[in-house]
Each structure stands twice: as structure tokens, then as C-alpha cells.
T-cell receptor, first 115, second 115 residues
Framework: AQKVTQAQTEISVVEKEDVTLDCVYE???????LFWYKQPPSGELVFLIR??????QNEISGRYSWNFQKSTSSFNFTITASQVVDSAVYFC????????????FGGGTRLMVKP | DAEITQSPRHKITETGRQVTLACHQT?????MFWYRQDLGHGLRLIHY???????NKGEVSDGYSVSRSNTEDLPLTLESAASSQTSVYFC??????????????FGPGTRLTVL
């Protein structure tokens, strides 16, 4: 069975600090997909990134970067020079190729960026 | 622009009443999903559909039903609302054929309170 763990329930940083959100997953499948979503205070879920299990290249998008390491079953998310607008709950999710398109979510990490 | 909408955005109902939450997408996506979000549990899958006339149970399907009569809509029905079903409900959709692991895009959510 697939499982996603986000051990950090809440993180508080001061603006301009770098912050890393951890995500550890469990799966028996060799083909799977990992996702990050952002849920700002307004409540909607915003897609950030999708990564398949065969692509271990790190990804950078502006101040956001993702580090995928199959050896440790982790898919961590780093925000560089955090801003108040980054305050949100961030969810990591996993989808196994054999499980259709079903997502298993982690419990989420609430990030608070203080000015 | 194509989008996914949910209605109502907020609903208060009484125990034992039947409630239907609407989900409508204009992306022409084959796959549609219903999740509930509760504190401490992240998002959990209730029901999903890979196409017209196709419906499947998710992790927490008891007390809920769905029907898919067209591509655009997947209404979620609570047959007899219970206080344990007080939650925020999210609808999502994704492209691709049944089982393909495409990115899911979420609606704005419906906050349901059962008194």
C-alpha cells in the first residue's frame, strides 16, 4: 500500500529565510508519480509540480526547488528567500501507476512566513 | 477559460437529510474525483470516475454515492447526513484514459456542516 508522510506539521520562518518541507513516501511500485500542492489561506488547492519515478533530476522554478531521491524515498521541497505570500499548507502526494489515477496525500505541512 | 467549479461553496444541513454537492468541469476530462479534507487526515478519496457511467469507491466511501451521466459533472450525494461528515469537500479532475496518472486539478471546495 502506498503511504506519504510529512513529518513537519507546522513550520514558522521569518521572511527571506530558506525553508525545506520534507516528504517521505512508501510504495512497492516501480512506476509512480509524486506531486506537491499548495493550499493558501483562501482554501483552494494549487498544483505545483509532478515528477515521475524515472526522473530523478532536481527541479527549480523561480524560488521553488524540489529534490527527489529514490534511495531515501524522499521528495523534498525548498523555498528560497521565503515571502509572506508563501504562507500556506503544502501537501505532498503519491500516485502509483498500477492504482490508476488515485492520489494518496500526506497530512500536510503548514508554513507560516512572518514579516 | 476551462475550469472546475463546485456548488454550493458553503452548506449547513441537519442530521439525516440528503445532501448533494455539485461538481462541474469544462476541461472535458475523463477522470473525476471527490475528496474530503479533515484536520489531521489530509485529503482522503471518497469516490472517483474514469468516464460516463463509471464510478468507483475510494478509501472513505461509506455514506456517500456518486453518479456520472455526462463528462462534465460528478455530483456527490450524502444519503443521510451525519455529523461525522462535517468536512471540506474537494472535487478534482484529470485528463487521460482510465488509470493514466495525469495531474489532478481541484475545484475551490465546499464546506459542509452537519448539525
Amino acid at each position: 500500500a502506498q503511504k506519504v508522510t510529512q513529518a513537519q506539521t507546522e513550520i514558522s520562518v521569518v521572511e527571506k529565510e530558506d525553508v525545506t518541507l520534507d516528504c517521505v513516501y512508501e510504495t512497492r511500485d516501480t512506476t509512480y508519480y509524486l506531486f506537491w500542492y499548495k493550499q493558501p489561506p483562501s482554501g483552494e488547492l494549487v498544483f505545483l509540480i509532478r515528477r515521475n519515478s524515472f526522473d530523478e533530476q532536481n527541479e527549480i522554478s523561480g524560488r521553488y526547488s524540489w529534490n527527489f531521491q529514490k534511495s531515501t524515498s524522499s521528495f523534498n521541497f525548498t523555498i528560497t528567500a521565503s515571502q509572506v505570500v508563501d504562507s500556506a499548507v503544502y501537501f505532498c502526494a503519491l500516485s502509483e501507476a498500477d492504482a490508476g489515477n488515485m492520489l494518496t496525500f500526506g497530512g500536510g505541512t503548514r508554513l507560516m512566513v512572518k514579516p | 477559460d476551462a475550469e472546475i467549479t463546485q456548488s454550493p461553496r458553503h452548506k449547513i444541513t441537519e442530521t439525516g437529510r440528503q445532501v448533494t454537492l455539485a461538481c462541474h468541469q469544462t476541461w472535458n476530462h475523463n477522470n473525476m474525483f471527490w475528496y474530503r479534507q479533515d484536520l489531521g487526515h489530509g485529503l482522503r478519496l471518497i469516490h472517483y470516475s474514469y468516464g460516463v457511467q463509471d464510478t468507483n469507491k475510494g478509501e472513505v466511501s461509506d455514506g456517500y454515492s456518486v453518479s456520472r451521466s455526462n463528462t462534465e459533472d460528478l455530483p456527490l450525494t450524502l444519503e443521510s447526513a451525519a455529523s461525522s461528515q462535517t468536512s471540506v469537500y474537494f472535487c478534482a479532475s484529470s485528463a487521460g484514459t482510465s488509470g493514466s496518472t495525469d495531474t489532478q486539478y481541484f475545484g475551490p471546495g465546499t464546506r459542509l456542516t452537519v448539525l
